[in-house]
């Protein structure tokens, strides 16, 4: 492999931790497409750099943001125990649903997300504190506050129906490993709107457990030697620089404005994934 494509690697890998860093979500979302389609790797090579490239952006933003103190760790532990339930439920189901169903069904999913998420323009804080406090939430003492430097003040936030949101991050798991995506698309939105959580608390919260749940997926695509160092390795480094840029964007960024772009982003996605339901590739089959 010469220079100039470990440069172009280093470099996708890099923007698009960058952005996954900043949002919570899994960069594989972008580097799977970027590789196949641009880069002409095959789709499980790709998808093995991904996962590595997921474990590296975890990792790397994690350190600013639990200096920031911006992830609710206990609140992750929680809801990683449903996620990786529902990603347990959807391996044995595959293969039972039409992939085309599945697309169409997760278009629909983002633009209820889209929908959900403009519907509140701004973050429960001045509600976090009027608001009824949740019993489940109380005993799991998942209640807590974060510095917002945007605003120059803390802001302190309950957790609301811990039910709810363990249901959603069941469906998530289940929609991700039928799909075979990252699911902090979902769970970002299902934080936000069910949990009631800040965004940046969502962002920062989502971005810890998609590291867990990428973990577990790394061991079996190394068995299967679908993990290659020589895309591997370049994909992980420039994760780890994009990661750490993308932390440190949030949170100087305002909170309405990292909504904009995650609402954005959503469209994006959900635009895809229903050309991908009709059967309907704007670049082509991929090599």
Known sequence: M???????????????SALGGMLGMASGIFIVPILTVFGHIDIHIAVGASIVSVIACSCGSAAPFLRGRLTNVRLAIVLETATTLGALCGV????????????????????????????RRSDPVAAATAASIDPWSAWLCLDAR????????????????????????????????????????????????ALRLPIKVSSATSNFMIGVTAAASAGAYFVRGEIVTAIA??????????????????????????RVLFVIVLAVLAVQMLLEALGVRLFGASA
């Open 2 to 16: 010469d220079t100039g494509h470990i440069l172009w690697l280093f470099a996708v890998s890099l923007g698009a």
């Open 92 to 119: 044995m189901m595959s293969g039972l649903i039409p992939v085309r169903v599945l697309y169409f069904i997760f278009a629909v999913v983002l633009m209820l997300s889209i929908w959900q998420m403009l519907a």
């Open 146 to 193: 974060y510095p917002d430097h945007a605003l120059g003040r803390e802001i302190e936030y309950r957790v609301h129906r811990i039910g709810l949101g363990m249901f959603l991050m069941y469906c998530a798991g289940l929609i991700s490993a039928l799909l075979g995506i990252g699911s902090g698309v979902l769970k970002i939105p299902a934080m936000d709107t």
């Open 233 to 258: 390795a370049p994909v992980a480094l420039g994760s780890v620089v994009g990661a750490m840029i993308g932390a440190r964007v949030l949170m100087r960024v305002t909170s309405d404005k990292l």
